[in-house]
């Protein structure tokens, strides 16, 4: 059985351009994360959606940021503008219950 | 401001020793509690839990304690082994949100052989 997939698994842009992750979460996860892994904050919780709608993104640190959730098997993050401050491991994560899933992470390094 | 706490950025034990890696929150809301393991390019993977409903749930090696007065919970590994280096993320959550887990920075694991 597939775990949670993210793409791209890293990321090099320039600050100003646009960047998007992406994510499939395991089939049957009725929840899906998003997380930003930095060495000053560790793990923090961007945003998450039960049943493709977004239920709580108190964590999105400023309007660059954005996410989606089209359907039960997609979502993306995007950054718009980048800033070299976003550079941090992005982690999508699933979950049906209270277990959640981490996918392996995307990347990203803003210069 | 962080809701869970993890103070010890890192640990070194001998193999076959006990590892104790600690865990602090500040939400006495908080009623459900995840470790997490994450080696270096790979996504943080579930080791063990426990509820507010116990103070001590074991598998296997993994041992977990839950302190509620203290706010306090613990991971203990015994043996340690050098396949347990890696880092450790404990993470919490309350009942109105059960879903919503607060993690904290990790701490650093490194059995030496």
């Known amino acids: 059985d597939a775990g949670v997939i993210q793409s791209p698994r890293h990321e090099v842009t320039e600050m100003g351009q646009e960047v998007t992750l992406r994510c499939k979460p395991i089939?049957?996860?009725?929840?899906l994360f998003w997380y930003r892994q930095t060495m000053m904050r560790g793990l923090e919780l961007l945003i998450y959606?039960?049943?493709?709608?977004?239920?709580?993104d108190s964590g999105m640190p400023e309007d660059r940021f954005s996410a989606k959730m089209p359907n039960a098997s997609f979502s993306t993050l995007k950054i718009q503008p980048s800033e070299p401050r976003d550079s941090a491991v992005y982690f999508c994560?699933?979950?049906?219950?209270?277990?959640?899933?981490f996918g392996e992470g995307s990347w990203l390094t803003v210069v | 401001d962080q809701q869970v706490k993890q103070n010890s950025p890192s640990l070194s034990v001998q193999e076959g020793r006990i590892s104790i890696l600690n865990c602090d929150y500040t939400?006495?809301?908080?009623?459900?509690f995840l470790w997490y393991k994450k080696y270096p390019a790979e996504g943080p993977t579930f080791l063990i839990s426990?509820?507010?409903?116990?103070d001590k749930n074991e598998d296997g090696r993994f041992t977990v304690f839950l302190n509620k007065s203290a706010k306090h919970l613990s991971l203990h590994i015994v043996p340690s082994q050098p396949g347990d280096s890696a880092v450790y993320f404990c993470?919490?959550?309350?009942?109105?949100?059960?879903?919503?887990?607060?993690f904290g920075s990790g701490t650093k694991l490194n059995v030496k052989p």
């Open positions: 959606f039960n049943n493709n709608v977004p239920i709580d």
């Open positions: 089939s049957g996860h009725d929840y």
């Open positions: 426990i509820s507010s409903i116990k």
């Open positions: 993470a919490a959550s309350a009942p109105d949100n059960f879903n919503k887990f607060y």
């Open positions: 994560a699933s979950s049906r219950k209270s277990t959640i899933y």
């Open positions: 939400n006495s809301m908080f009623d459900y």
